[in-house]
Every structure is written in structure tokens, then in C-alpha cells.
């Protein structure tokens, strides 16, 4: 089945020329069937390209997905335009009394300031809390798990002295987690952040490490008291994201001065005029097909009793 997203979103036009099945409005309600409704809580600055990684990515399997996009309530973005955020978004404080299968709570660009300071900061634990009664299942995606780790059991944030960044490999710690069906022993994964939260306060805390690293620290943290899981890097890159976000570092390096980094095991051959080649795209696939299947067989078919 495919993911149900209006005609006229930038993602339709994208995932349809890319082989994904999409459906519009008006043919999904001639099917009747009830379809897994997510949301996506997008605090990126780039809406429509994150749009289209997790709509390539959760529309991939074979169930209908309704997939709803949701903004913070007084938060306004200064890099998408308003007219596509009036027409495709809806805050928080209006889909608050609504029920969905899974929730998907995006990273955002300030892991360097201390989470009390981001100016949404209050809304977001309003969400947050939200999710435990109206909510089956929540995907927290790095700085949004770690927002989470930090909310629900005050794991602490670390400032990184040097920036991780580039595609570092991970290994499987939890081979018989159903979140890990069909992964590989070890996988790689794409990293881009200042900050770190540390195994042995995340495992102090009770939640298991499903997807590890001896340099980048843990990548994916279950969390079943609160029916959530969180991955601190990014499965859900476009090849090219992180070659556009170092070029981005590099122009900014021109002003300030600063040393810039190649991303690590990304570009072949470390030379950036080379094209990057993808090697993750597989296990993303397979890591939100994974939590699609576990939502599928968890959600009551009655929306009403999510949360219950």
C-alpha cells in the first residue's frame, strides 16, 4: 500500500518519479481500510527536504500510511516559505485533541544551547507528554531524542569539542530486537552533530542500546515505558545531505575563519570532488519498516484507546 500525501505536496511529485507508491486524498477514501496515521513534528529549518527523507522512508512498506505534517504552535520558520508551511502544516495547539499511530519528532539546528533555552522548549514538553496518551509509538530523531532522553529521564547532553561528522559504522547490540529484523551485524550510519549523550548514562537510566558505536557513542535507544525509540544520527539522509551540509560549513568557514572537517568515510577516496556513494539506505529501510510493522501490530485498530 502506499503513503497517502497530497496531490500537490512537493513530496508527491518527488517519491512518485522515484518509484515510490504514492496515493492522493481522493483516491484513498475509496479504499476501506483504516491507514496508520503518523505524524511528523518537523523542527528542521529545511521542511521540504526532510518532508521527503521520511516520506521515502515510511512510505516504503506494504501498509497505507496517512502522514500528517505538524509545526510548533508560535514558531516561526525563516526558511521555508509561509505559503507552503499555511498550507501543508498544522500546529501542535490544533491537532493537539487528535490520536495518532506514531509521531515522528524531527532534529532541529541548536544542540548547543541548553534544551530549558530553545525558545519552543515549553510547547515541546507539552508534546512530549502528549505522546503518552495520544500517541501508540513516538520516533525520536537525534537532537528530538534527545530532547526526549532528556525529558523523560533527565540524561544529560555533552558538548563535543570537535564536531561528528561523516558515516561511521555501528554495531548490532540487540540482534533479536524486532526493531532490528533483517540488520546486518554491524551497519553505517550518517552522524552530524556537536553534542553526545554517553552509554553508560543512557544505560544507567534502564534503556537498552539497540545500535552502538565505540566513536560515536549510542545511535538507537528503546524506551518502552514511554513506547518510544530514539536514534541520535541520521538513517534518513539523501546521499548527497551531508556533502551539502559540509559545503554549507565550508562557506561559513570564509566568514569566521574556522577549520572545517572532511566528513569521515563519506566522500571516496576523501576527495570531495568525488560522488558519495550510499551506503546506509538499506538499513534505514529496514529500520522503519521495522518500527511501521511494530506500530501495525501494537496500534488499536479503535484510535480511541490509544493512550489508554
Not at 486524498?25 to 496508520?36: M, N
Not at 501543508?88 to 506514531?102: A, H, I, L, N
Not at 533483517?182 to 553508560?200: I, N
Request: proline share 7%.
Amino acid at each position: 500500500m502506499p503513503i497517502k500525501l497530497p496531490s500537490d505536496l512537493p513530496a508527491f511529485d518527488v517519491l512518485t518519479r522515484e518509484g515510490v507508491q504514492v496515493m492522493s486524498e481522493d483516491l484513498a477514501q475509496h479504499q476501506d481500510i483504516r491507514p496508520l496515521r503518523i505524524g511528523l513534528l518537523n523542527l528542521m529549518p529545511k521542511k521540504i527536504q526532510t518532508e521527503n527523507q521520511f516520506a521515502r522512508l515510511i512510505g516504503a512498506g506494504p501498509l497505507q500510511i496517512e502522514l500528517s505534517l505538524i509545526r510548533m504552535s508560535e514558531h516561526q520558520t525563516r526558511n521555508t516559505a509561509a505559503e507552503h508551511m499555511a498550507e501543508f502544516y498544522r500546529p501542535f495547539q490544533e491537532v493537539k485533541d487528535q490520536k495518532f499511530d506514531g509521531l515522528v519528532i524531527t532534529g532541529a539546528p541548536i544542540e548547543h544551547l541548553p534544551f530549558e533555552e530553545v525558545t519552543y522548549w515549553d510547547e515541546l514538553t507539552q508534546v512530549m507528554d502528549w505522546t503518552q496518551t495520544n500517541v501508540q509509538s513516538t520516533f525520536g530523531v537525534c537532537w528530538g531524542g534527545m530532547a526526549m532522553l532528556h525529558h523523560f529521564h533527565d540524561v544529560p547532553k555533552h558538548i563535543l569539542s570537535q564536531k561528528l561528522f561523516g558515516c561511521y559504522r555501528h554495531t548490532n547490540l540487540a540482534p533479536a530486537s524486532p526493531y532490528l529484523r533483517g540488520f546486518s551485524d554491524d551497519c553505517v550510519v550518517p552522524v552530524s552533530r556537536w553534542t553526545e549523550m554517553r552509554a553508560p548514562e543512557v544505560e544507567a537510566a534502564g534503556l537498552p542500546i539497540l545500535l552502538g558505536s565505540d566513536i560515536a557513542g549510542p545511535c538507537l535507544i528503546e524506551d518502552p515505558d514511554h513506547r518510544a525509540l530514539y536514534i541520535l544520527n541520521h538513517f534518513e539522509y539523501d546521499s548527497g545531505t551531508l556533502r551539502e551540509e559540509y559545503l554549507r560549513d565550508l562557506a561559513s568557514a570564509q566568514v569566521d575563519g574556522a577549520e572545517i572537517q572532511l566528513p569521515v568515510n563519506y566522500f571516496p577516496d576523501n576527495d570531495p570532488d568525488q560522488t558519495p556513494q550510499n551506503r546506509w539506505r538499506s538499513h534505514a529501510h529496514l529500520l522503519y519498516g521495522n518500527w511501521i510493522n511494530e506500530l501495525y501490530q501494537s496500534t488499536p485498530y479503535d484510535m480511541t484507546k490509544i493512550g489508554a
